[in-house]
């Protein structure tokens, strides 16, 4: 099993930044791919951005340019550092772990209790 745990979340104006983190723990080894997911009150899940273990990253458009996804293998922390942010940007935020590359799919087999982000104009 694996537990993630996300923190960093809060209220913030537009134009501002956060950084939010995920600790991991337990059987790592499930953790080869990690991933950020939000998801808007009333609004499906979708993918933010993901890290596979070499260091490759990918992006929703909505956020390329804005956002970077890190991870620190030694802490076992995954990290999502946003800047600019708008109020479009206002979600709870997940993060996700698998073994498997599910890409920005909400397909991950592990997930954490999620983070909210508030983005006032």
């Known amino acids: 099993q694996v537990q993630l745990v996300e923190s960093g979340g809060g209220s913030v104006q537009a134009g501002g930044s956060l950084r939010l983190s995920c600790a991991a723990s337990?059987?790592?080894?499930?953790?080869?791919?990690m991933a950020w997911f939000r998801q808007a009150s009333g609004k499906e899940r979708e993918g933010v951005a993901a890290?596979?273990?070499?260091?490759?990253?990918v992006y929703a458009n909505s956020v390329k340019g804005r956002f970077t996804i890190s991870r620190d293998a030694a802490k076992n922390t995954l990290y999502l550092q946003m800047n600019s942010l708008k109020p479009e940007d206002t979600a709870m935020y997940y993060c996700?772990?698998?073994?498997?590359?599910?890409?920005?799919?909400?397909?991950?087999?592990?997930w954490g209790q999620g983070t909210q982000v508030t983005v006032s104009s």
């Open positions: 996700a772990a698998d073994r498997i590359w599910w890409h920005l799919l909400p397909r991950y087999g592990y």
């Open positions: 337990g059987y790592t080894y499930s953790t080869d791919y």
């Open positions: 890290i596979e273990l070499d260091g490759s990253t």
